[in-house]
């Protein structure tokens, strides 16, 4: 199954290089960098060079290199991704806790069934706020990590590492 991460508003570099790492050791098509999410340079960046090489540096630090084996894009509103995606076909998953969400087992059974050779796009948002509403009502399926314990919710890079596994291995 082909399968791109969409990190939008994230506001950490630990979280966008454990992505990286996840994405690389997963075999995860892409990362969609959106909105004022961290992203290591690109060709022609427009960043100024110390601001982009610190970031990258900082985003090496947790990717330990898979951020030169993952490719990866940025695109500077969520908005411009999603139409991307939809011109491409892609299936849109949200990871986001909201009613009748499913959990990353019955996302990936529906994803097969209705939703055949089609690529996927997990789209996640930013550590505390997570996906804006508007763009959950865009999405095809919203898929939620079933939580047992006194958290809500667990840390937005490792949501999204068991998410991406289960669509992965299924």
Do not use: W
């Not at 499913?102 to 948002?125: H, Q, W, Y």
């Amino acid at each position: 199954m082909q399968i791109a991460l969409v990190a939008h508003d994230i506001r950490s570099t630990h979280n966008v290089g454990a992505f990286f790492r996840t994405c690389d050791g997963l075999g995860i098509e892409k990362i969609i960098f959106s909105g004022y999410t961290p992203y290591p340079t690109l060709e022609a960046d427009t960043r100024l060079p110390h601001f982009s090489d610190k970031i990258t540096r900082q985003i090496h630090k947790t990717a330990l290199g898979a951020e030169s084996t993952v490719a990866f894009e940025r695109f500077e509103t969520l908005k411009e991704v999603l139409a991307e995606l939809k011109k491409d076909n892609y299936v849109l998953v949200a990871l986001e806790q909201f009613p009748g969400s499913a959990s990353p087992e019955d996302c990936t059974k529906a994803i097969k069934s209705s939703f055949k050779n089609r690529p996927v796009a997990l789209v996640v948002g930013n550590e505390i706020h997570g996906v804006a509403d508007e763009i959950l009502q865009q999405m095809d399926l919203i898929v939620e990590i079933p939580m047992h314990g006194t958290k809500e919710s667990l840390n937005v890079s490792v949501a999204t590492a068991i998410a991406l596994y289960s669509l992965t291995t299924s």
